[in-house]
C-alpha cells in the first residue's frame, strides 16, 4: 500500500511539471512583427516659377504745370505748359512727352505827348520730348527731357494813339531740361526746369519767349 501511495505521488507531480500541449488541428500562431514605421515622404519640390512678365501695356500720365521764364530785358513773364506722357511696353526708363505751352511777354511803356503802348506776345509751342529716367527712388526721381517742336507766335500791340492790331508767325523751339519728380502713388508732383531756343520772327519786333524757364506741377498716372 505504501508503495503504490509513492507511486501516485509521482504521477501527479510530473503531471503538473509537464508543458500544455495545444489541442490536435490547431498550429501556434507567431506573434505579429511590429509595423515597420513610413519613412517620411520628402517634401514636394516647388514648381518651377516663371519670371514676371512686363506688362505689355502703354502706359500714359497728365500732368499740369506753371511757372515764369526769362528771355532777357523785358522778355519775361508767366507760362503753363500741359504734357501728356506715353511709355510704350517695352522701352523701359525712356517715354516720350507730347507737350503743350504757352507763354507771354508784355511790355508797357508810355510815349511822350501820345499816349501808354502795350505790346503783349503769346508763344504756344507743340513740342515732342524724348524723356530719360537717370533715378528712380521711392519717393525720388530725376528725368532729364529733350525735344524739338513748332512754335505759333501771337503779338497784340494796342495804344491811346493808334488802332490795335495782331500779327503771327510761325517757328520752332528746341529744350532741354530736367524734372525732378516726387512720386506719390498715383499723384506725383514735380519741379522742372528747362532751357528754350527758337524763334517765330514777326517783323518789327524783337520780343521772344524762349530763355530760361521754370516750372511746378502735378503729374496724375491715368490707370
Not at 517715354?95 to 503802348?117: C, H, M
Not at 501771337?154 to 519728380?181: C, M
Amino acid at each position: 500500500m505504501r508503495w503504490f501511495a509513492l507511486l501516485f505521488l509521482l504521477c501527479s507531480t510530473a503531471a503538473v511539471a509537464a508543458p500544455e500541449r495545444p489541442p490536435r488541428g490547431t498550429s501556434r500562431k507567431k506573434p505579429k512583427a511590429p509595423p515597420r514605421e513610413a519613412s517620411p515622404e520628402p517634401p514636394p519640390r516647388p514648381a518651377p516659377t516663371k519670371p514676371a512678365e512686363e506688362k505689355k501695356e502703354l502706359r500714359y500720365s497728365l500732368a499740369l504745370a506753371g511757372g515764369a521764364f526769362y528771355g532777357g530785358g523785358f522778355n519775361r513773364g508767366p507760362q503753363g505748359s500741359v504734357q501728356l506722357t506715353l511709355t510704350p511696353p517695352g522701352w523701359g526708363r525712356f517715354s516720350i512727352d507730347v507737350e503743350l505751352g504757352w507763354r507771354l511777354a508784355r511790355f508797357k511803356a508810355n510815349v511822350p505827348d501820345a499816349g501808354v503802348g502795350v505790346s503783349a506776345m503769346h508763344s504756344l509751342p507743340l513740342l515732342a520730348v524724348g524723356r530719360m529716367n537717370l533715378v528712380s527712388m521711392k519717393y525720388l526721381g530725376v528725368d532729364v527731357r529733350v525735344g524739338v517742336g513748332p512754335s505759333l507766335a501771337l503779338h497784340h500791340l494796342s495804344s491811346d494813339f493808334s488802332e490795335s492790331s495782331v500779327r503771327s508767325a510761325l517757328g520752332w523751339e528746341l529744350l532741354a531740361g530736367a524734372q525732378l519728380r516726387f512720386p506719390l502713388g498715383a499723384i506725383e508732383p514735380f519741379l522742372d526746369g528747362r532751357v528754350g531756343f527758337g524763334e517765330a520772327y514777326i517783323p518789327f519786333v524783337t520780343g521772344r519767349s524762349t530763355g530760361v524757364q521754370g516750372l511746378l506741377g502735378v503729374r496724375y498716372h491715368l490707370p
